[in-house]
């Protein structure tokens, strides 16, 4: 692997931590830092200078202050134009690029303005519309990994012999199974209940659907497993299915953890590709529900559960990842947004943590998506959403990044989606390699 070397006057964990991940993580380039100019003379290889003031003639980075800050405060964020990207944290006309983009990408990537006063949703969830992705228009860019290309084509101008070695692009579905049953395994009060209300509705179909579903339940229109285990193996990709393992609660509606029946099911998925805990909406706010639902779901695995996805996309920064952290989990899959394709982080590459009032790195990688498959149902037609989705596969095929969909159980079966789960195939057939 390369080696860059990379000269600053204070060595702080903001900006060793932002520094390995665009260049060690994104682009498989070593990185060492020093504060001793006499050190970074004496290298022979590729170096950089990131400080207030270049040395002498070196690669020269004009520091923004913001990595070697400490806690959160409002910045003045304006937005410029970097040959076609959008930018900002100007550097000055003595540095070798018009913007700090490593300020830049930490300032995205630990979602800093998260931290920052705003509104949040019903379900306490930080809206896109607050974002400065969706303000500016970039919602839809993994802007952090066009920048550190963008940087890579720069150095390597300059050091003709420095040579990247990203990991490539993956191709990551995931099946989110918060209701794995649409009317099976569901007891006989639920199902009475169920039924009343739908007459009371007047739900033809979903009666029909609900008493056949009774007879033979086989017939569930969410039980489409066997069907994507086989999608899966045909393409073929190493899916992810999330299963909720929670009691039942206003917004935890599955199968009881206590069914045999349900247990078997996520054992048999287990069979074939991994399986972790979808959190319930209750544990999002109570970290020990979380612990027991993992515990639960290891028990019947009978291997530790390391992967989690939070309801409805609940990620509340900084609080959420420590519970995470508490409980043992070491990846999330959750950071994104459920009604808007794109880039909540601004990125679509896995990252770890950081923690800014902590001012550490956290101990759990999250893996960003770039749709839920919900945001699909607001495009006129499946055109569009082919146009949307091919716009963001171009943009993570280009910088070797992992390209994260979740689709839902209940869209995949559900009646008001036409033919979702082949459309869910035709994501498969065209990204999966």
Partial sequence: MALLLIYTHKISPRFTYIARHLFTRMLGIEVRFSTK?????????????????????????????????????????????????????????????????LAASFYLISRYEEYLP???????????????????NFLHLPLVDLWAYKLLGVLQQRFPDLQARPEGYRFCPVIDVTTSHAYARRGFFRGAAGLLYDLSRFQLKRIWERVRVWINPATDPYDNFERLIALHKKYPVQALFFFQFAEYSTYDKNVSPNNNQFRFLIKSVADYSAVALGVSYTAAGDPEVMKREKKNLSDVLHRPVQMSRMRYNRVDVPQTYRDLVDAEFTDDYTLGYTHKIGFRASTCTPFFFYDIALETQQPIR????????????????????????DGLYQQVRQVNGNFCCIFSNELLGGYETEDWIGLYEAVLSKYHA
């Fill in 366 to 389: 999250v893996v960003p998506f770039a749709f839920h498959d919900y945001a699909l149902l607001t495009y006129p037609s499946r055109k569009a959403v082919w146009e949307a989705l």
């Fill in 118 to 136: 705003h509104m949040k949703d019903a379900h306490g969830r930080f809206p896109p519309a607050e974002s400065l992705a969706q303000q500016h």
């Fill in 37 to 101: 100019v006499e050190d970074f003379i004496a290298h022979k290889g590729p170096k950089i200078t990131y400080t207030r003031q270049p040395l002498q003639n070196e690669f020269f980075i004009r520091s923004h202050e913001l990595l070697f800050r400490q806690g959160v405060d409002e910045l003045d964020i304006q937005l410029s134009d970097w040959e076609g990207l959008p930018c900002f944290f100007k550097t000055g006309e003595r540095s070798n690029i018009p913007y700090d983009v």
